[in-house]
């Protein structure tokens, strides 16, 4: 073979392109030999090359050959021909276009079909089980939260009057004060949604006697946990 042989064979075949998966099966899509030819013979036609698709006999099979303007060229050894029955032509031709379809794609060097790693030519019995994710357990607070969380909303008692505050009344806003504070720390501590959402959910009643007692110190709370939901969230 001449050096220009080899040289358009290679500039041919660094340009062709995959072609489109413009049909589709039941195995999924796949690109017709029409897309097939129409990338072959832009790459081809352009370095001096053209294809040509033969059928033979004993064995049947479709062979594909690359032939160059100096006379010389390149096939492959044949796609083999299967069909049941070989006096129906149209089944008889479908056999010749899927040949025709991957002999050029293989001889090209580009893919007509996904990839599906054999699962479609493959027995269902035979194809391996698929393994099921195991569910991620949620997330439990610490044993020592929760016992405040569970326990803080008894200790909050709702005063009838600003005027009849007492001393148990200023022991219980300290009270307040201090948790809340301790709760806007331990924010941070939250690593993902489901940790800091459960965190309401526990402190549904605690947050609702808060809210009636001291509307600024609820606003307080609430302000810091939707920043730190924010954050959690990737919300700037």
Request: proline share 7%; net charge neutral; glycine share 6%.
């Amino acid at each position: 073979m001449t050096n220009n042989f080899h040289i358009d064979l290679v500039a041919a075949l660094s340009v062709i392109k995959n072609p489109p998966l413009d049909g589709d099966a039941a195995y999924g899509k796949y690109s017709t030999i029409n897309a097939c030819l129409k990338k072959a013979k832009a790459a081809l036609t352009s370095h001096n090359f053209c294809v040509i698709q033969m059928f033979y006999t004993e064995p049947d099979r479709l062979v594909t050959r690359i032939v160059h303007a100096s006379g010389e060229f390149i096939e492959d050894g044949g796609v083999p021909l299967y069909c049941v029955d070989k006096n129906n032509p149209q089944k008889l031709m479908a056999a010749g276009t899927y040949a025709r379809r991957n002999g050029l794609c293989a001889l090209l060097g580009i893919a007509g079909s996904d990839d599906d790693d054999g699962q479609s030519a493959t027995p269902s019995h035979e194809l391996p089980e698929v393994k099921k994710p195991k569910p991620t357990p949620k997330p439990k607070p610490p044993q020592q939260e929760r016992q405040v969380f569970e326990n803080i909303a008894d200790t909050l008692d709702v005063p009838p009057t600003p005027q009849a505050a007492s001393a148990a009344y200023e022991q219980t806003v300290n009270t307040t004060e201090k948790w809340v504070e301790e709760q806007i720390a331990g924010f941070e501590r939250h690593k993902h949604m489901g940790e800091h959402s459960k965190w309401a959910s526990v402190n549904a009643a605690t947050r609702d006697k808060i809210k009636a007692t001291d509307p600024a110190l609820h606003a307080k709370l609430l302000d810091a946990w939707k920043n730190r939901k924010n954050r959690l969230q990737g919300v700037v």
